[in-house]
C-alpha cells in the first residue's frame, strides 16, 4: 500500500515579518486581543496582519512616520496618473462622469 504525501500546512503569514522583526533591538512578538500576532518596538505597535474582514489574506500593516506616509502617497499618486493617463502600457484612461458628457 503507497503513503499518500503528507499535506502540506501554508506558510504562516507573518513568520517572515517575525523572524526580520525579531534581529532589530527592542523588537517584541506580541499577542492582540484578537489573537492575532503583531511587533511591537519598546511597547508601540510596529507591524502586525491586518484582521479586518474587508483585508485580504495576509495583508500587513506597517506603522510609518507622517512624512514617509505623505512620500508614498505622493508616489502612488504619480504612478497612478501615469498608468491612468493612456500613455501607460495599457493605454487605459480614467475619466469622472463629468469628463465622459
Same mark, same amino acid.
Given at each position: 500500500?503507497?503513503?499518500?504525501?503528507?499535506?502540506?500546512?501554508?506558510?504562516?503569514?507573518?513568520?517572515?515579518?517575525?523572524?526580520?522583526?525579531?534581529?532589530?533591538?527592542?523588537?517584541?512578538?506580541?499577542?492582540?486581543?484578537?489573537?492575532?500576532?503583531? *511587533?511591537?518596538?519598546? !511597547?508601540? /505597535?510596529? $507591524?502586525? +496582519?491586518?484582521?479586518?474582514?474587508?483585508?485580504?489574506?495576509?495583508?500587513?500593516?506597517?506603522?510609518?512616520?507622517?512624512?514617509?506616509?505623505?512620500?508614498?502617497?505622493?508616489?502612488?499618486?504619480?504612478?497612478?496618473?501615469?498608468? *491612468?493617463?493612456?500613455? !501607460?502600457? /495599457?493605454? $487605459?484612461? +480614467?475619466?469622472?462622469?463629468?469628463?465622459?458628457?
Amino acid at each position: 500500500m503507497k503513503r499518500r504525501p503528507k499535506k502540506q500546512e501554508p506558510p504562516d503569514g507573518f513568520e517572515i515579518v517575525r523572524a526580520v522583526g525579531l534581529t532589530l533591538p527592542e523588537v517584541e512578538v506580541t499577542t492582540k486581543y484578537d489573537g492575532s500576532p503583531v *511587533l511591537k518596538l519598546n !511597547g508601540c /505597535f510596529m $507591524a502586525g +496582519l491586518a484582521t479586518h474582514p474587508s483585508a485580504e489574506p495576509d495583508t500587513l500593516v506597517v506603522r510609518v512616520g507622517c512624512e514617509e506616509r505623505e512620500w508614498r502617497q505622493g508616489r502612488l499618486r504619480r504612478a497612478l496618473r501615469r498608468a *491612468l493617463d493612456g500613455s !501607460g502600457p /495599457f493605454g $487605459a484612461k +480614467l475619466l469622472s462622469q463629468e469628463g465622459m458628457a
